[in-house]
Each structure stands twice: as C-alpha cells, then as structure tokens.
C-alpha cells in the first residue's frame, strides 16, 4: 500500500528532522550512519529496462544487481548502500511502468491517470492496471569515507557482532576461524 496523495499538515519528524511524510512521495524511513551492505562485484550490474517483463512473486525487484562471485576474475567484496522503494508496474502486462509525475501526478494526485499518461509518453503499452512492487538499487559507495581514525577493527568485520554475512558471501563461516 502506498499513502501518497494525501494532505498532511505539519507531518511528523524523525529525530533527525527529517519529515517522515511526503504528499507526493509518501512514507519515509531515514538511518544515518548506515551499515553498508556487502557483495561481491566486479564492476557490472545487471539492471532492469524500462518495459522489461518482471515477475512480481520475486520481491524485492532488484533494479540493478552488483555482478561477480567469490573466486572469480576482478571480483571484489564492495560496500554498498541499498536504497529500497517501492515502484509501481503494469500488473497486467507485468512490466516496470513509468508513471507521470512533474505536472502529472504531482498535480491531480491520480495514480491511474498518471500511469496511462507516462507510459503513452514512454511508447509502451498500458493494460490499465497497476499494482506496486518492493524495489531497491544498489548504490556503490565510493564517497564519504571516514577519516582513517575511524576505519574499521578486526572485529567489526569477524567475530559475534562482526558486519559480514559471511555466508551470503560464500565463505563456509567467518574465515578467520581457523578450523
Ligand atoms: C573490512 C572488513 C575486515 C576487517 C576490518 C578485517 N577483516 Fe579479516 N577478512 C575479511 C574478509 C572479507 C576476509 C576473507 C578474505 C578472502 O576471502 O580472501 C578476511 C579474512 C581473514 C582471515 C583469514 C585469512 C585466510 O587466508 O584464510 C584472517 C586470519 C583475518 N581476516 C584476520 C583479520 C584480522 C586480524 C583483522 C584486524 C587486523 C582483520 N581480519 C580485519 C574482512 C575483514
């Protein structure tokens, strides 16, 4: 369910300040100091094209998937920040939609009205019905890296409380176990 379009006055704030809801948006969840997530990449993703066929029973849909696998060629374990929405497709076709939203949407606050018109812009075919999907994307962080001082211990990585999903990683357990 997505509660965007309503009039909200003085909407809520995290403790950080951050409005917790947006007319045009909806709901939102802010966290700072993030733990990223860890995966295997080795500079591609796979990504999902606009008017691709999509299978709704497999959520969240990942818009673009870091590529590579332990062991092999240029394969990195890589910090990533993971952004996670949720996206509305075509539910008849079963595919990404695109909505209209700048003079669309944001103005008559009509999900229907607004799907038919952006994908009538985008020359893709609309079945009339919609429905909504978990999403996220895989941000690669590059930026923001704190001061060395900072930088991560032994233990942040291994041990009981360690950030490493070492199994989603490929490894049996923490390698630092020596068995
Ligand atoms: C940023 C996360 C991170 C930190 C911090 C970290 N490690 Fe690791 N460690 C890893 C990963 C990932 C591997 C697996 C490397 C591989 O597969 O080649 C690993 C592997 C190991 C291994 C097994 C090596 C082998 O050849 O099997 C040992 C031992 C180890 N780490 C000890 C340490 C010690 C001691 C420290 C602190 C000085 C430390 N690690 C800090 C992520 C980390």
């Known amino acids: 369910m997505v ?5 909200v006055k003085d909407p809520p704030k995290d403790q950080w300040g951050q409005p917790l809801y947006d007319k045009m948006k909806g709901d939102f969840k802010w966290a700072k100091d993030v733990i990223p997530t860890y995966v295997w990449f080795n500079g591609s993703v796979e990504r999902h094209l606009l008017g691709e066929k999509i299978d709704p029973s497999k959520q969240p849909m990942h818009h673009n998937y870091p590529l590579g696998k332990k062991g092999k060629k240029n394969a990195k374990i890589w910090p990533f920040k993971v952004m996670k929405g949720k996206q509305m497709y075509d539910s008849g076709n079963n595919t990404f939609a695109v909505p209209h939203l700048f003079g669309g949407y944001w103005k008559h ?4 009205q607004a799907m038919a018109d952006g994908m009538k812009a985008a020359g893709l075919p609309y079945s009339g019905k919609y429905d909504w999907v978990e999403t996220d994307m895989y941000w690669k962080i590059t930026h923001m890296v704190v001061p060395k001082t900072q930088a991560l211990k032994c233990n942040d990585c291994h041990g009981e409380k360690g950030r490493m999903d070492w199994k989603a990683l490929g490894y049996g ?4 176990k020596k068995s």
């Open 173 to 176: 357990s923490d390698p630092r």
């Open 3 to 7: 509660h965007s379009g309503k009039d």
């Open 109 to 112: 606050y009509d999900w229907n």
